[in-house]
């Protein structure tokens, strides 16, 4: 006789557990850095320390899924905000998400880089993602007229890297932001 194993959803207090831990390494490793013990990201979860190894058996487990959640979180929030927004606000907004997204990735970068295994699969599955999703608010911006016909998703990816990456000092955050409205600006179909 054979026994057929079903995937069960996890449980709605295992999800939540899961998602808080996520959020509260997010914000730790921001405010004290990556080598913050996972004893400390329990705690400020609200957590025993089982709970977290359940979750995630290692360090290198809870940058990755910190690092894959932003991407989901950036991915969805395209979706979102093409809904909710006018097509050119949607761009800005999801552009300054974009920001945020890279503000995590600087900081965690290092130690993901550092982790056995390496970090080929983690970011070659995030490129298209994000390229995905900023296609999305490019063509609704297009077909609305909001913005120019040649404007080119990777293009606009590569001006909001540049932005990030170009500045390395303490203040590239809030220069980066503004130069979005200067992006946006340049986008505008005139």
């Not at 409205?181 to 986008?187: A, E, S, Y």
Request: with cysteine; net charge positive.
């Amino acid at each position: 006789m054979k026994f057929l194993c079903s995937t069960r959803k996890p449980r709605a207090d295992s999800q939540r557990n899961r998602e808080k831990l996520l959020e509260v390494a997010k914000a730790a490793f921001s405010e004290s850095g990556t080598d913050i013990s996972l004893e400390e990201i329990a705690r400020r979860a609200g957590v025993g320390i089982g709970t977290l190894y359940r979750h995630f058996p290692n360090r290198d487990a809870i940058l990755a899924d910190v690092y894959r959640r932003g991407v989901e979180q950036l991915a969805a929030a395209a979706a979102e905000l093409s809904s909710s927004h006018p097509p050119l606000e949607a761009l800005r907004a999801w552009m300054r998400l974009f920001v945020d997204y890279i503000a995590t990735k600087k900081l965690i970068a290092p130690a993901l880089n550092a982790m056995a295994g390496g970090t080929t699969e983690l970011y070659a599955a995030s490129g298209p993602v994000i390229t995905e999703a900023v296609e999305l608010l490019i063509t609704r911006a297009r077909a609305a007229g909001a913005i120019r016909e040649d404007v080119a998703p990777l293009d606009l990816l590569h001006a909001l890297f540049g932005f990030a990456y170009g500045s390395a000092g303490p203040d590239w955050q809030p220069s980066a932001l503004r130069l979005i409205d200067v992006l946006i600006d340049g986008l505008r179909r005139v």
